[in-house]
């Protein structure tokens, strides 16, 4: 079994690392890895079209604002794409120290029925 | 399932060789597993071989004791055998339980392998003089009585011939006595 502790340092690692999604907007653009940044300023361009198209009644808005929220569910498939192999292993290690967790509490078990037994002798 | 593996294995005529062999099988597996946990783990409670050999030294005695119940005429009592199948449960596999899965499968062992074990343990013929000296080292006697006690008694309506002698016979050297004796089996008497 690996170690607990590196495991445990492993996930700390990896989740960081999917929190971690503050790549500049350029950047985001050029890779069409877009994360934070770039889906805050699309959320922020949808409100204010919601917000002109209440106003104004100009109905070519609506077709920008389609676009947008298509934009928006492709980035969240790129990003769940892009995190797949991190949440992956993020869930191996959790069936690990699930595993490490239960032989833990087993062994307990054994060590206290072990004890009851050499506290009567 | 595990009644079935039960009744299946026992209805076997396994060798004291087979069963000899199975259990020092298991045994190394287990100091294997030790061996393993004492290299790698950082938060796992601290267990030693002799702690382990324990347990295995408990479960031999007290199947190997219930087994005497079942061997009555090479017959197969399906009641007795779901009542130790009950005790299985209950002494190493359950919430309790002294050798759970877990540190079964840490083993590279199985349910299935401890099982078939045990069934093996249950054919092994043991001396009562044996049992008694395990038993008095570690006032074990109305424990193990109890447990003779609820197999004879739940299986059936009637204690046989068989039962009652082999229950007069353990009881006597256990040394327990008359009063216990009988406040025990009441316990179990319907």
């Known amino acids: ?14 989740l960081e690392n999917l929190l971690d999604k503050k790549t500049p907007i ?17 959320l922020q361009i949808l409100m204010w079209g919601l917000f002109i198209l209440s106003i104004s009644k100009n109905e070519i808005l609506l077709f920008s604002i389609g676009w947008i929220i298509y934009d928006l569910t492709r980035m969240d498939k790129l990003t769940e794409k892009a995190n ?27 060590l206290n029925f072990v ?6 002798s | 399932m595990a009644l079935l593996t039960l009744i299946s294995l026992a209805s076997e005529i396994a060798s ?14 287990g100091a294997t597993f030790l061996k393993n946990l004492m290299r790698s783990e950082d938060d ?7 702690d382990i050999a324990l347990v295995f030294e408990y479960n031999e005695n007290l ?9 009555e005429e090479n017959k197969i009592n399906n009641k007795k055998v779901l009542i130790i199948e009950e005790i299985i449960e209950e002494v190493c596999l359950g919430e309790t339980g002294n050798l759970q899965e877990p540190v079964l499968i840490s083993f590279d062992s199985s349910k299935q392998g401890l099982l078939e074990m045990i069934s093996r343990l249950l054919k092994t013929p043991i001396s009562i003089k044996n049992v008694t000296r395990f038993a008095t080292k570690y006032s074990l006697e109305y424990e193990f ?28 050297s256990f040394e327990i006595n008359r009063f216990d004796k009988k406040e025990i089996e009441r316990k179990y008497k319907s």
């Not at chain 1, 069936?95 to 032989?103: G, I, P």
């Open chain 1, 26 to 42: 350029i950047a985001a653009i050029v890779f069409g890895s877009h994360y934070v940044y770039l889906k805050n300023w699309l």
């Open chain 1, 1 to 14: 079994m690996a170690s607990i502790r590196e495991l445990r340092t492993e996930k700390r690692i990896l």
């Open chain 2, 63 to 71: 199947f190997c004791l219930l087994g005497l119940l079942i061997q």
């Open chain 1, 84 to 110: 797949e192999p991190a949440t992956k292993r993020i869930k191996e290690i959790d069936n690990l120290l699930d595993k490490h967790r239960q032989l833990q509490d087993s062994l307990n078990h054994t």
């Open chain 2, 145 to 172: 009585y109890d447990y003779l006690c609820r197999v004879a008694f739940k299986s059936s309506e009637k204690l046989s011939e068989y039962d009652r002698e082999l229950l007069d016979s353990i009881s006597e």
């Open chain 1, 115 to 120: 004890n009851r037994i050499k506290k009567v």
């Open chain 2, 44 to 50: 796992l409670p601290e267990i030693s071989t002799e």
């Open chain 2, 16 to 29: 004291d060789e087979k069963a000899v062999e199975s259990i020092t099988k298991f045994a190394n597996k």
